[in-house]
């Protein structure tokens, strides 16, 4: 009977002792872990960060393409420039400048 008592408590101190290394192991796996998910989530914010800067200069460089084909073959838009960035006219053209009324 007593030989039965001593086993069965071996067996429970097996399984008291079992569950506190898995437990060890847990912790140890958390603290070894988790400095690097951090790092991870930090890097994918840089990366969605940069895909948008990305996005931007794309867009970007799409309207400046479209603009410099627009100069070197639309005669009408550059005449819309001339006329809106240097004030030009054409001649026969009178333009009319209107003071603003004083209240």
Do not use: W
């Not at 437990?23 to 989530?41: D, K, M, S, W």
């Not at 930090?42 to 084909?69: D, P, W």
């Not at 420039?81 to 009319?96: F, H, M, T, W």
Request: aromatic fraction near 6%.
């Amino acid at each position: 009977m007593r030989n039965k008592k001593q086993n069965a408590s071996k067996n429970n101190l097996k399984k008291i002792l079992l569950v506190v290394i898995v437990i060890l192991f847990v912790f140890l796996a958390i603290y070894a872990f988790t400095p690097c998910i951090i790092e991870q989530r930090k890097l994918n914010k840089q990366i969605a960060n940069l895909e948008n800067e990305i996005r931007k200069v794309r867009e970007s460089n799409e309207k400046l393409t479209k603009e410099i084909h627009a100069l070197k073959n639309d005669p009408l838009y550059i005449e819309k420039l001339a006329r809106k960035e240097l004030g030009l006219i054409r001649s026969g053209e009178v333009i009319y400048k209107l003071k603003p009324d004083k209240e």
